[in-house]
């Protein structure tokens, strides 16, 4: 009998779980953990990490997992490269749900960089106000940046002293409309937009608000997983799990 663990915590992951539920197919959905009140899904769901790549390998067997899709976010490299690894060691059939990359297009000013380090470089020297679109995992590398007026949005509120002197938060769960972040940028004076290439709709509207107001947009990259199948839709997800064997 077919058994699908999704790694999940995205829009795209919460799709396939409502197509999962409504076609009979036994599943079991994953949040990382990093999240106070995840959104319910309609499969069982678990929550926080698995322990590497071994808890992985662990977990796969003795929940008989016959399909994994790694449908986290495409910066959540940890859990995707273990996902690699557990996959290749149990034989089990491996698929990313990964949403397309953003592309610039006109009247974009986009800086592409490498990775959030290098994000943190292309601040300018002198004070300005930046909207800091990248979560809160990685916020510690912008403390080299203590000068400027940081704008931080997050799903939950933060615990304990943020590594920022000068930040406002503001608590809020997306999808967001474009109005929404013409006006949360137009209040804040915002100057500078940081933001990871996570594509998709649900978090987009703040680049097409950047692109009205003129603004520069220093974007990061995503990070580089190994080699593995990949599809952009639930449609092709359910595919390829009716065309794909059982794992071992």
């Known amino acids: 009998m077919m058994h699908v663990l999704i790694l999940g915590g995205t829009t795209e992951a919460h799709a396939l779980a409502r197509a999962l539920a409504g076609a009979g197919i036994q599943g079991l959905y994953s949040y990382a953990g990093r999240t106070a009140q995840p959104v319910a899904q309609p499969l069982p769901t678990r929550t926080g990490g698995f322990g590497g790549a071994e ?120 999808p967001f409309t474009l109005d929404d972040d013409l006006a949360l940028m137009r209040q804040a004076g915002i100057r500078i937009v940081v933001a990871k290439n996570a594509g998709g709709s649900g978090a987009r509207a703040k680049i097409d608000a950047a692109r009205l107001l003129g603004l520069p947009v220093v974007m990061v990259a995503r990070p580089r997983l190994a080699d593995r199948a990949t599809v952009a839709s639930v449609e092709q997800a359910l595919d390829w799990l009716h065309h794909t064997p059982l794992g071992v």
Not at 74 to 103: D, H, K, M
């Open 55 to 174: 808890g992985l390998v662990q977990a796969l067997r003795r929940d008989a997992i016959t399909h994994v899709i790694d449908a986290t976010h495409p910066f959540a490299a940890t859990i995707s490269a273990n996902a690699v690894a557990a996959c290749r060691r149990t034989g089990t059939p491996l698929l990313a749900l990964e949403r397309p990359e953003w592309r610039p297009g006109p009247g974009d000013r986009w800086q592409a960089v490498p990775d959030i380090e290098a994000a943190a470089r292309a601040l300018p020297q002198d004070p300005t106000r930046v909207f800091l679109a990248i979560g809160r995992q990685h916020l510690g590398a912008f403390a080299a940046r203590p000068v400027h007026d940081y704008l931080l949005r997050l799903v939950d509120p933060p615990e304990g002293p943020l590594p920022l002197p000068r930040a406002r938060v503001v608590v809020d769960r997306g």
